[in-house]
């Protein structure tokens, strides 16, 4: 059974970075593509970036230039880089692959605010 953990999370002011992890247990992730999705309160689950097995990244428009994900692929790991955070970016986020996922992981809290 496939098992995400994700953490990295916390209290943020506006313009300041924050590095997620997300740690797969249970499959060899090397052979998928892995994805960083947020959740808002009430709203639908958003994709944010998205990495291939050969490093190939894609991004949301509402994050390019501020996110980079990346992965490795050795530790069965992926990661995102969050720098010059935004209120908005307030969420709980996750990591998955893209469809169909695996059973989703607790998420991590990001809360950015004065």
């Known amino acids: 059974q496939v098992q995400l953990v994700e953490s990295g999370g916390g209290l943020v002011q506006p313009g300041g970075s924050l590095r997620l992890s997300c740690v797969a247990s249970g499959i060899d992730v090397v052979h998928y593509n892995m994805h960083w999705y947020r959740q808002a309160p009430g709203e639908q689950r958003v994709l944010d970036a998205a990495i291939t097995p050969t490093m190939i990244t894609r991004y949301h428009d509402s994050v390019k230039g501020r996110f980079t994900i990346s992965r490795d692929n050795a530790k069965n790991t992926a990661f995102l880089q969050m720098d010059n955070l935004k209120p908005e970016d307030t969420a709980v986020y996750y990591c998955?692959?893209?469809?169909?996922?695996?059973?989703w992981g607790q998420g991590t809290q990001v809360t950015v605010s004065s």
């Open positions: 998955n692959r893209n469809t169909p996922w695996w059973e």
